[in-house]
Structure formats: C-alpha cells, structure tokens
C-alpha cells in the first residue's frame, strides 16, 4: 500500500484529481465484480466458513485483492481525500474534513462489522454489492469538476456559482421555459 501510494503523491497534480478517481475506481470495481462472479460459481458457504472450490479461483482472489489494494492506493487512498478537502469552502474547511475522516472509519467498522454476516449468507453477495457500489461512485467522479490547476478560492467559485446558477436554471417540470 505504501509502495503504491508514493505515485499519487507525488504526481497527482500532473494527474489531475478525477482521472484516477475513475480510472482506480473502474479497475477496483472489476476486482470486485470478478472475485465475486468467483465466489458465486466455486463458492460456498458453511456455518463457519466461506470457501471456493477451485485452486486456481482461490489464487486469482488472491491476485485480484492485491491489484485491488494497489488500486485503492494509487487512487482512492490519495486523490480522495485531495478532492473532497478542495471542494469544501475555506470557512468550513477544518470542521468538514474531521468529520469525512469520521464517517470514512465508522463506514470501515460497519464493513468491517457487517461483511462476515454477510458473507455467512452470500459467498458472492457482498463483492457485488461493494462492485456496484464502487461502480456508481465511479459515475459521480465522472460528473464531478476538475480542480487540477485551480486555486481553493477559484474551486470554492466554482461550487458556489454551480449551485446558483441551478437555482437560477427554469425548470422544465414547472412549466417554465
């Protein structure tokens, strides 16, 4: 994870900030998406275990888990919290970024918490379910703005005039033209 963080960091501002958003976030959904089409063909479930029936799926697990880790590193792990502490106004900024680190550990405790429940379930279920998820995340970062290049007060503009100028847009559903 360390090794494959140091890129990001040290690139990023070549990079850009969605690019790897999408690009991490696509290849991690694959992971995701192939480990769990894996469990759901070779996989079972008994009361205390989760196991696949084939020796070579177990090892393309194996191998997909790490493309997925250096995956998350390269991207998510760096360029996430980049973008999403670049986006907050500078008043807010401090207050909201302690509370996104919050959320991200008590969403990491709830998946932590919950996934052997699942998977005592469903051996495939929750890598579709993170599949998918990942999957709809990638889509926002597609819709999301780039900031490479731009000044925290310019991106703060930014936010700023594209929530006044929807506000401003007529509606189609009210009738306005």
Not at 42 to 58: C, I, K, M, N, P
Not at 119 to 131: A, D, T
Not at 140 to 169: A, W
């Amino acid at each position: 994870m360390l090794v494959c963080t140091i890129p990001a960091q040290i690139w990023v501002d070549q990079w850009g900030r969605r690019k790897p958003l999408i690009y991490g976030g696509a290849l991690m959904a694959v992971c995701f998406l192939i480990i769990g089409s894996l469990y759901a063909r070779y996989g079972h479930t008994t009361s205390d275990e989760v196991r696949l029936d084939s020796d070579s799926a177990q090892w393309v697990v194996i191998v997909l888990i790490y493309i997925f880790v250096a995956n998350f590193s390269w991207s998510w792990a760096v360029v996430g919290k980049i973008y999403a502490s670049e986006i907050i106004p500078t008043r807010l900024r401090a207050k909201v970024c302690a509370v996104e680190l919050v959320a991200n550990w008590v969403v990491n405790f709830i998946v932590t918490f919950t996934a052997p429940l699942f998977l005592q379930s469903s051996s495939s279920g929750p890598y579709f379910l993170y599949g998918f998820s990942t999957v709809v995340a990638v889509v926002v970062c597609v819709l999301m703005p780039e900031t490479k290049g731009h000044s925290l007060e310019y991106i703060e503009r930014l936010f700023e005039n594209k929530e006044s100028h929807e506000e401003s847009r007529p509606s189609i559903l009210s009738g306005s033209a």
